[in-house]
């Protein structure tokens, strides 16, 4: 098992439009076991989406469209951490952001492991 703990939003995940935000997540347990570690989100009455991902080992990433050039996922190996950059919010932004991880490519099969989720709020 792997187990995620993600931080960054919440009652603190308030930002207006523009604005930046960084989200983090911790993951322990079985490590070795994810290559892939990433963010989704879901919008309120919206289905679950893949945001951005990056492997393990040799750093490579892949986003969705949408987030393209304001996103930046990063990670820390001795910290077992993954971060979210999130640069020139928008309202659509505005979502639950959970974290996952899996062996696969995130963007190719639904991930395995799933953190709690922590909300991202984008509002004047």
């Known amino acids: 098992q792997v187990q995620l703990v993600e931080s960054g939003g919440g009652l603190g995940g308030l930002v207006q439009p523009g604005g930046s935000l960084r989200l983090s997540c911790a993951a322990s347990?079985?490590?070795?076991?994810?290559?892939?570690m990433g963010w989704f989100r879901q919008a309120p009455g919206k289905e679950r989406e893949f945001v951005a991902a990056?492997?393990?080992?040799?750093?490579?990433?892949h986003y969705a469209d949408s987030v393209k050039g304001r996103f930046t996922i990063s990670r820390d190996n001795a910290k077992r951490t993954v971060y979210l950059q999130m640069n020139s919010l928008k309202p659509e932004d505005t979502a639950v952001y959970y974290c996952a991880a899996d062996y696969s490519p995130l963007w190719m099969t639904p991930p395995a492991y799933w953190g709690q989720g922590t909300q991202v709020t984008v509002s004047s």
């Open positions: 347990g079985r490590t070795f076991s994810a290559r892939f």
């Open positions: 990056i492997r393990w080992s040799g750093g490579s990433t």
